[in-house]
C-alpha cells in the first residue's frame, strides 16, 4: 500500500500564489516519477506535471512558465509552486506516483496510467 497525502490548496486571487505539498509513504519505491493532476467541475481529470525520479520535469502547455514541480527523493515528497494563478486553474489538484519502467522513463500523461493517488486538494483562484 502506497499513501499519498496533499496539502496547501486554498482560496487566491488572480495573479497569486500558492505550493501544494504531496507526502509519500507506505511501500515506496525508488525509480518512481511523480505527478500532478487537476480535474475541474464537469471535466476530466487532466494532467498538469510530472517529474521522474533523474529529476526531469514535464508540464501541459498552458501551466508552462508558471507551474513549476520539484521533488525531494530523500522524504519521498513532491511539491507544485503555482504562480501568476488563473481563474481556469481552479480545480482539485491530485498527487500520483507511478513507475514507469526506469528512473528515466518520461512519466504518462494519461492519467490511466498512474495507479497511486492521493485524495486531492481544492485549489480556487477567485477575486
Known amino acids: 500500500q502506497v499513501q499519498l497525502v496533499e496539502s496547501g490548496g486554498g482560496l487566491v486571487q488572480p495573479g497569486g500564489s500558492l505550493r501544494l505539498s504531496c507526502e509519500v509513504s507506505?511501500?515506496?519505491?525508488?525509480?518512481?516519477?511523480m505527478g500532478w493532476f487537476r480535474q475541474a467541475p464537469g471535466k476530466e481529470r487532466e494532467f498538469v506535471a510530472a517529474?521522474?525520479?533523474?529529476?526531469?520535469?514535464y508540464y501541459r502547455n498552458s501551466v508552462e512558465g508558471r507551474f513549476t514541480i520539484s521533488r525531494h527523493n530523500a522524504n519521498y515528497t513532491v511539491y507544485l509552486q503555482m504562480n501568476n494563478l488563473k481563474p481556469e486553474d481552479t480545480a482539485v489538484y491530485y498527487c500520483?506516483?507511478?513507475?514507469?519502467?526506469?528512473?528515466?522513463?518520461?512519466?504518462?500523461?494519461?492519467?490511466?496510467?498512474?495507479?497511486?493517488w492521493g485524495q486531492g486538494t481544492q485549489v480556487t483562484v477567485s477575486s
Open positions: 500520483a506516483t507511478e513507475y514507469f519502467g526506469s528512473q528515466r522513463a518520461t512519466p504518462s500523461r494519461n492519467q490511466q496510467r498512474w495507479r497511486n
Open positions: 507506505g511501500r515506496t519505491r525508488s525509480g518512481n516519477a
Open positions: 517529474v521522474n525520479w533523474a529529476g526531469t520535469t
